[in-house]
T-cell receptor
């Protein structure tokens, strides 16, 4: 298995532009997590899905952020409009949850810079 | 104003010594705990996990101890090597939600 795949690896965009981050979880995993990592706040959980359904989005900073999981093999995190304070590394992770609880496997992350 | 980043606790150890990294978790209902290692420019990588019905688990060179009474986890690394230098995070899982601690930086010097 190739692991969790995120794209792009790096994104530089201007303030006000829309940004879409993509994630392909590990096949067979039923939970997907989006995290943001910054020097100020560390690793923050933004949202997680279970069986493609958003379960907890309490970590999403504001309405400019939205996430979707249209099927078991794909998820997006969208920021519209982007602001400089959104600059961070965004990680996607997937795991098998429920009675067969497993650790979450992380992608390599997307480094977002908003100028 | 000046922005201030998280002050990561740092543990400095000599190569060959044992390392102990500690973590306090927040939710007494959490039933699954994981230690991750993050190297510069990479995503967190799984090291070892433990379920709440256990108090100790050993892996290769690593041991995790869980004290549910005081909500404390520790990671012990035996014979620490330069390749162990990284930031280490504990994470707790409760009803599928995985929450990370602030992390500890481990520096290994020769």
């Amino acid at each position: 298995d190739a692991g969790v795949i995120q794209s792009p690896r790096h994104e530089v965009t201007e303030m006000g532009q829309e940004v879409t981050l993509r994630c392909k979880p590990i096949s067979g995993h039923n939970s997907l997590f989006w995290y943001r990592q910054t020097m100020m706040r560390g690793l923050e959980l933004l949202i997680y899905f279970n069986n493609n359904v958003p379960i907890d989005d309490s970590g999403m900073p504001e309405d400019r952020f939205s996430a979707k999981m249209p099927n078991a093999s794909f998820s997006t995190l969208k920021i519209q409009p982007s602001e400089p304070r959104d600059s961070a590394v965004y990680f996607c992770a997937s795991s098998l949850s429920g009675t067969a609880n497993t650790e979450a496997f992380f992608g390599q992350g997307t480094r977002l810079t908003v100028v | 104003g000046e922005s201030v980043g998280l002050h990561l606790p740092t543990l400095s150890v000599q190569e060959g010594d044992n390392s102990i990294i500690n973590c306090a978790y927040s939710n007494s209902a959490s039933d699954y705990f994981i230690w991750y290692k993050q190297e510069s420019g990479k995503g967190p990588q799984f090291i070892i996990d433990i379920r709440s019905n256990m108090d100790k688990r050993q892996g290769q060179r690593v041991t995790v101890l869980l004290n549910k009474t005081v909500k404390h986890l520790s990671l012990q690394i035996a014979a620490t090597q330069p390749g162990d230098s990284a930031v280490y995070f504990c994470a707790e899982k409760n009803t599928d939600k995985l929450i990370f601690g602030t992390g500890t930086r481990l520096q290994v010097f020769p």
